[in-house]
């Protein structure tokens, strides 16, 4: 086991007194043993582009309460998700491990309902909450684990899940069933064709519910919506505020009925442009809720509020997020490990703690969550992790370390892995056909959107990193090329 940073502790301790005699409360009055440590709430968007936010650039439509959230905090420009699709991306955030070492590192199905799951032995964050005494729930998709199994959300350190376990269930907005911990809960409003409950909204409700039960204790709480993962569904009263401002409208024929009805497969909607904007929308004002509610109850000065996405934006279900800009100026998709893939949104709010109105562009991921909470809440974390703290970013104190570099691999779509170190970013593709594949190398700070491919000018950068792939892998028993 690693030994946590306590000076970073500290300093964050006596930061944090600070604010409480700011507020009125004498220092010397008070018992630094006993000060509370902080909530975290991780919000976690599906499949949501870097600029399908107005903050990161999105003009057709705007998300004024997750703004809101970075006027009041940090907003990352370089920070990347843990895959460019949804179960591994959830791994490397859970486990605090890369791709090329966390144990889930592709989507695999269990039927009739769940995903591979990770293992009894894989350390994640809500067990390092666990031991630091917090409470923890989930509501959203979990896709790491089958129900009782022991990548179930209950058996990896959840107190409370509530949501979907399976991802592909997931796919559908006003499904048959969701889980509350072991229990499948019917929907009889959604039985065979109906839809009388959104799942999201219900979900919402249910989030807001474990933060009033648990505002007297430190609560870990992740929010891994399923917003706006295809289909592309929202309720009418969201749908009618964008309906005709997107002519020509997109219209997708789906699976509107047979053995993949609200199941996986996506309905057919006829306005992709309105509902995929309603569905931000609505995704926006459960944030703006959950932000209220937090300062509702008093618990702000001591309540970090982190907002992100699992990867870049699909193009499943009707959606089109060329239309939308969606990538803003990253070339590549949802499944690419191109910036476009695998560069997603990060804003944090801390009230007293995170300057507001800030931006960084610490290059970090989402395995930097491990120690970054590690540190916060001065527990150990395992000495396998391949992140790094964010804390002294986020509290703008104390040193920050660098990534030497950050990588990424992918089994499907023929092969792919990804390297980012300082400006430079190599991607190979092809890896199953060819293991030798060529790599291409781009220069992130003069060509953001990876057009020039400069490996020829640089072989010596193309043949660190292709040291740098073979050292950061290890084989997975499970996730082959």
Not at 163 to 171: A, D, E, L, P, S
Not at 243 to 264: Q, T
Not at 366 to 387: N, S
Request: net charge negative; charged share 25%.
């Amino acid at each position: 086991m690693k030994t946590v940073n306590l000076s970073v502790f500290s300093l964050l301790l006596l930061l944090f007194t600070g604010v409480l005699t700011g507020c009125g409360v004498k220092q010397n009055e008070q018992d630094k043993s006993k000060v509370r440590r902080p909530n975290v709430i991780y919000i976690l968007a599906d499949d949501l582009g870097y600029a399908d936010l107005s903050c990161y650039g999105q003009t057709k439509f705007s998300t004024p309460n997750i703004d809101k959230l970075a006027e009041k905090g940090i907003k990352f420009t370089q920070h990347y998700s843990g895959s460019t699709v949804c179960a591994p991306s959830r791994s490397a955030l859970m486990t605090g491990q890369h791709t090329g070492h966390t144990y889930i590192r592709g989507n695999w199905e269990h039927k009739p309902e769940g995903q591979h799951p990770i293992r009894t032995e894989d350390f994640t964050i809500a067990e390092l909450f666990k031991q630091a005494g917090y409470a923890t729930g989930a509501f959203g998709k979990w896709g790491l684990g089958y129900p009782g199994s022991v990548g179930d959300a209950n058996n990896q350190g959840f107190d409370t899940f509530f949501g979907y376990n399976c991802q592909r269930i997931g796919h559908n907005y006003y499904p048959y069933f969701l889980r509350s911990n072991q229990d499948s809960l019917v929907l009889e409003a959604n039985a065979g064709q109906k839809t009388g409950l959104y799942a999201p909204n219900l979900i919402h409700d249910k989030t807001l519910e474990f933060i009033e039960t648990h505002k007297d204790e430190p609560f870990f709480l992740y929010v891994p919506s399923i917003i706006p993962h295809a289909e592309l569904f929202a309720p009418e009263e969201y749908l009618k505020l964008f309906r005709g401002k997107f002519n020509p409208e997109h219209a997708y024929k789906g699976v509107d009925e047979g053995k993949n009805y609200k199941n996986g497969g996506y309905g057919s909607q006829p306005e992709s442009h309105a509902a995929f904007a309603a569905m931000v929308t609505l995704l926006d004002d459960q944030v703006g809720e959950i932000v209220s509610k937090v300062e509702e109850l008093g618990i702000a000065d001591h309540t970090l509020i982190i907002f992100t996405s699992d990867n870049g934006p699909h193009k499943e279900g009707g959606a089109q997020p060329d239309y939308f800009d969606s990538n803003g100026a990253y070339k590549g998709y949802k499944r690419d490990l191109y910036e476009g893939g695998i560069r997603v949104p990060f804003i944090a709010s801390w009230k007293g703690m995170i300057n507001e109105g800030s931006t960084s562009d610490h290059i970090s991921a989402f395995w930097d969550m491990m120690p970054t909470f590690a540190d916060m809440v001065a527990v150990d974390h395992p000495e396998k992790v391949d992140g790094i703290s964010m804390l002294p970013t986020l509290i703008n104190q104390g040193h920050q370390k660098e990534h030497e570099y950050l990588y990424w691999e992918f089994n499907a779509v023929g092969g792919r892995k990804a390297v980012r170190m300082g400006k430079w970013k190599a991607i190979q593709y092809g890896i199953r056909k060819n293991p030798d594949a060529p790599l291409r190398l781009y220069n992130l700070e003069e060509d953001a959107g990876e057009t020039k491919d400069l490996a020829a000018q640089h072989p010596e950068v193309v043949e660190k990193i292709r040291d740098i792939m073979k050292e950061a892998s290890t084989e997975s028993p499970i996730f082959k090329f």
